[in-house]
Protein backbone atom coordinates (compact mmCIF):
# COMPACT_ATOMS: atom_id res chain seq x y z
CA UNK A 1 0.00 0.00 0.00
CA UNK A 2 1.32 3.47 -1.00
CA UNK A 3 1.59 5.70 1.89
CA UNK A 4 -0.21 8.42 0.83
CA UNK A 5 -3.17 7.84 -1.90
CA UNK A 6 -4.92 10.14 -3.84
CA UNK A 7 -6.95 9.23 -7.15
CA UNK A 8 -5.12 10.91 -10.47
CA UNK A 9 -8.87 12.51 -12.20
CA UNK A 10 -8.56 14.18 -13.81
CA UNK A 11 -11.83 15.38 -12.07
CA UNK A 12 -13.78 18.15 -14.04
CA UNK A 13 -16.24 19.90 -12.31
CA UNK A 14 -18.18 23.16 -13.67
CA UNK A 15 -17.70 26.56 -12.49
CA UNK A 16 -19.55 26.92 -9.31
CA UNK A 17 -19.85 23.43 -8.69
CA UNK A 18 -18.20 22.17 -5.20
CA UNK A 19 -15.22 20.11 -6.10
CA UNK A 20 -14.12 17.28 -3.90
CA UNK A 21 -10.79 15.75 -3.13
CA UNK A 22 -9.49 13.25 -1.44
CA UNK A 23 -6.45 11.39 0.04
CA UNK A 24 -5.54 8.52 2.41
CA UNK A 25 -2.48 7.90 4.31
CA UNK A 26 -1.08 4.73 5.84
CA UNK A 27 0.75 5.74 8.75
CA UNK A 28 -1.90 5.96 11.80
CA UNK A 29 0.68 7.96 13.71
CA UNK A 30 0.43 10.58 11.59
CA UNK A 31 -0.29 14.25 13.37
CA UNK A 32 -0.08 16.83 10.48
CA UNK A 33 -2.12 16.92 7.22
CA UNK A 34 -1.35 19.34 4.21
CA UNK A 35 -2.90 20.08 0.80
CA UNK A 36 -0.59 21.56 -1.94
CA UNK A 37 -1.89 23.29 -4.96
CA UNK A 38 0.79 23.13 -8.28
CA UNK A 39 -0.68 24.81 -11.40
CA UNK A 40 1.04 23.36 -14.40
CA UNK A 41 4.85 23.89 -14.36
CA UNK A 42 4.81 26.00 -11.09
CA UNK A 43 5.95 25.43 -7.62
CA UNK A 44 3.58 23.54 -4.74
CA UNK A 45 1.69 26.07 -2.76
CA UNK A 46 0.75 25.39 0.78
CA UNK A 47 -2.98 25.78 0.64
CA UNK A 48 -4.36 24.08 3.82
CA UNK A 49 -3.01 22.86 6.81
CA UNK A 50 -5.28 20.53 9.05
CA UNK A 51 -4.15 18.70 12.97
CA UNK A 52 -7.30 18.02 14.30
CA UNK A 53 -9.94 15.67 13.36
CA UNK A 54 -13.01 17.58 11.44
CA UNK A 55 -13.45 20.53 9.52
CA UNK A 56 -11.00 23.66 8.76
CA UNK A 57 -12.75 26.11 6.34
CA UNK A 58 -10.40 28.35 4.72
CA UNK A 59 -12.10 31.36 2.41
CA UNK A 60 -13.82 28.39 -0.20
CA UNK A 61 -11.59 25.81 0.77
CA UNK A 62 -12.81 23.27 3.48
CA UNK A 63 -10.53 20.79 4.47
CA UNK A 64 -11.81 17.26 6.46
CA UNK A 65 -9.93 14.57 8.57
CA UNK A 66 -11.11 11.63 9.99
CA UNK A 67 -7.97 9.72 11.50
CA UNK A 68 -9.43 6.63 12.91
CA UNK A 69 -10.35 6.02 9.07
CA UNK A 70 -7.09 7.71 7.79
CA UNK A 71 -8.37 10.29 5.48
CA UNK A 72 -8.38 13.63 4.53
CA UNK A 73 -10.35 16.04 2.11
CA UNK A 74 -10.63 19.32 0.28
CA UNK A 75 -13.79 20.68 -0.52
CA UNK A 76 -13.16 23.51 -2.87
CA UNK A 77 -16.66 25.70 -3.50
CA UNK A 78 -17.81 27.66 -5.92
CA UNK A 79 -15.16 26.39 -8.56
CA UNK A 80 -13.50 28.75 -10.74
CA UNK A 81 -11.42 28.63 -14.24
CA UNK A 82 -8.86 29.42 -12.06
CA UNK A 83 -8.80 26.71 -9.77
CA UNK A 84 -7.51 24.14 -12.34
CA UNK A 85 -4.25 22.78 -10.85
CA UNK A 86 -2.97 19.35 -9.35
CA UNK A 87 -4.00 19.16 -5.51
CA UNK A 88 -1.45 17.45 -3.58
CA UNK A 89 -1.97 15.84 -0.35
CA UNK A 90 0.99 15.72 1.97
CA UNK A 91 1.99 14.20 5.32
CA UNK A 92 5.06 14.72 7.53
CA UNK A 93 7.25 11.83 8.20
CA UNK A 94 7.21 10.50 11.44
CA UNK A 95 10.93 10.07 12.66
CA UNK A 96 11.07 8.70 16.65
CA UNK A 97 7.76 10.45 17.21
CA UNK A 98 8.27 13.42 15.99
CA UNK A 99 7.22 15.08 12.53
CA UNK A 100 9.16 17.31 10.84
CA UNK A 101 9.13 18.67 7.48
CA UNK A 102 9.86 15.99 5.15
CA UNK A 103 6.52 15.28 3.35
CA UNK A 104 5.65 12.68 1.76
CA UNK A 105 3.32 13.33 -1.06
CA UNK A 106 0.31 11.56 -3.05
CA UNK A 107 0.12 11.51 -6.68
CA UNK A 108 -2.14 13.91 -6.80
CA UNK A 109 -5.31 15.22 -8.51
CA UNK A 110 -5.87 17.15 -11.84
CA UNK A 111 -8.61 19.26 -11.24
CA UNK A 112 -10.46 21.34 -14.61
CA UNK A 113 -12.89 23.81 -13.69
CA UNK A 114 -14.88 24.34 -17.15
CA UNK A 115 -16.91 27.65 -17.47
CA UNK B 1 6.12 30.83 -1.94
CA UNK B 2 8.32 34.23 -3.29
CA UNK B 3 10.04 34.03 0.38
CA UNK B 4 12.63 31.00 -0.65
CA UNK B 5 15.00 31.62 -3.68
CA UNK B 6 16.02 28.99 -6.08
CA UNK B 7 18.49 29.58 -9.17
CA UNK B 8 18.96 28.92 -11.70
CA UNK B 9 15.51 28.75 -12.94
CA UNK B 10 15.95 26.70 -15.98
CA UNK B 11 19.96 24.73 -16.22
CA UNK B 12 20.74 22.87 -19.74
CA UNK B 13 23.31 20.92 -19.15
CA UNK B 14 24.78 18.14 -21.72
CA UNK B 15 25.77 14.63 -20.43
CA UNK B 16 28.36 14.22 -18.29
CA UNK B 17 28.52 17.87 -17.13
CA UNK B 18 28.28 18.70 -13.50
CA UNK B 19 24.62 20.85 -12.01
CA UNK B 20 24.55 22.95 -9.29
CA UNK B 21 21.61 24.54 -7.64
CA UNK B 22 21.08 26.43 -5.04
CA UNK B 23 18.66 27.26 -2.26
CA UNK B 24 17.81 29.86 0.09
CA UNK B 25 15.50 29.60 2.36
CA UNK B 26 12.93 31.71 3.79
CA UNK B 27 14.39 34.29 6.12
CA UNK B 28 14.06 32.88 9.60
CA UNK B 29 14.03 29.35 8.58
CA UNK B 30 16.78 26.76 9.36
CA UNK B 31 15.83 23.63 7.64
CA UNK B 32 15.96 22.84 4.14
CA UNK B 33 14.24 20.18 1.79
CA UNK B 34 15.12 19.11 -1.33
CA UNK B 35 12.42 17.48 -3.75
CA UNK B 36 12.49 16.06 -7.20
CA UNK B 37 9.50 15.48 -9.71
CA UNK B 38 9.93 13.33 -12.59
CA UNK B 39 8.11 14.10 -15.61
CA UNK B 40 4.61 12.80 -14.92
CA UNK B 41 5.67 11.69 -11.50
CA UNK B 42 4.68 12.92 -8.27
CA UNK B 43 7.24 14.92 -5.82
CA UNK B 44 9.66 13.07 -4.45
CA UNK B 45 11.83 13.78 -1.06
CA UNK B 46 15.43 13.71 -1.72
CA UNK B 47 17.38 15.20 1.79
CA UNK B 48 17.02 17.31 4.61
CA UNK B 49 19.76 19.38 5.87
CA UNK B 50 20.26 22.22 8.65
CA UNK B 51 23.21 24.71 8.58
CA UNK B 52 26.14 22.44 8.64
CA UNK B 53 24.20 19.26 8.88
CA UNK B 54 22.80 16.08 6.87
CA UNK B 55 19.86 15.03 8.93
CA UNK B 56 18.33 12.77 6.17
CA UNK B 57 19.65 11.93 2.90
CA UNK B 58 17.30 9.07 2.58
CA UNK B 59 16.03 9.91 -1.16
CA UNK B 60 19.36 10.47 -2.69
CA UNK B 61 20.66 8.47 -5.40
CA UNK B 62 23.42 6.45 -4.22
CA UNK B 63 25.90 7.87 -6.33
CA UNK B 64 26.29 11.42 -8.24
CA UNK B 65 24.09 13.26 -5.98
CA UNK B 66 25.22 15.16 -2.89
CA UNK B 67 23.93 17.77 -1.00
CA UNK B 68 25.15 20.65 1.77
CA UNK B 69 24.30 23.70 3.81
CA UNK B 70 27.04 25.81 4.46
CA UNK B 71 27.17 28.16 7.26
CA UNK B 72 27.35 30.88 5.11
CA UNK B 73 25.61 30.79 1.97
CA UNK B 74 22.60 29.07 0.31
CA UNK B 75 22.14 25.39 0.13
CA UNK B 76 23.50 23.30 -2.92
CA UNK B 77 22.57 20.56 -4.91
CA UNK B 78 25.26 18.60 -6.34
CA UNK B 79 24.66 16.72 -9.94
CA UNK B 80 27.82 14.86 -11.06
CA UNK B 81 28.16 13.48 -14.30
CA UNK B 82 24.22 14.21 -15.19
CA UNK B 83 23.05 11.80 -17.45
CA UNK B 84 19.32 12.37 -19.10
CA UNK B 85 17.46 10.58 -16.39
CA UNK B 86 18.32 13.44 -14.40
CA UNK B 87 16.15 15.79 -16.35
CA UNK B 88 13.34 16.76 -13.26
CA UNK B 89 12.43 20.10 -11.67
CA UNK B 90 14.04 20.18 -8.36
CA UNK B 91 12.40 22.26 -5.45
CA UNK B 92 13.69 23.81 -2.26
CA UNK B 93 11.35 23.52 0.76
CA UNK B 94 11.98 25.35 4.14
CA UNK B 95 10.42 25.41 7.59
CA UNK B 96 10.79 27.07 10.63
CA UNK B 97 13.27 25.61 13.54
CA UNK B 98 11.57 23.24 15.89
CA UNK B 99 8.27 21.86 16.25
CA UNK B 100 6.57 22.90 12.36
CA UNK B 101 6.31 21.10 9.39
CA UNK B 102 4.64 23.46 7.13
CA UNK B 103 7.05 23.60 4.46
CA UNK B 104 7.19 26.26 1.59
CA UNK B 105 8.33 25.55 -1.71
CA UNK B 106 10.65 28.07 -4.08
CA UNK B 107 9.75 28.01 -7.53
CA UNK B 108 12.19 25.36 -8.62
CA UNK B 109 15.12 24.60 -11.24
CA UNK B 110 14.28 22.77 -14.03
CA UNK B 111 17.05 20.70 -14.89
CA UNK B 112 17.32 19.56 -19.00
CA UNK B 113 20.09 17.50 -19.72
CA UNK B 114 21.01 17.26 -23.52
Known amino acids: QKEVEQNSGPLSVPEGAIASLNCTYSDRVSQSFFWYRQYSGKSPELIMS????GDKEDGRFTAQLNKASQYVSLLIRDSQPSDSATYLC???????????????FGQGTILTVHP | NAGVMQNPRHLVRRRGQEARLRCSPM?????VYWYRQLPEEGLKFMVYLQKENIIDESGMPKERFSAEFPKEGPSILRIQQVVRGDSAAYFC????????????FGQGTRLTVV
Open chain 1, 50 to 53: IYSN
Open chain 2, 93 to 104: ASSPPKGSTEAF
Open chain 2, 27 to 31: KGHSH
Open chain 1, 90 to 104: AVPANAGGTSYGKLT
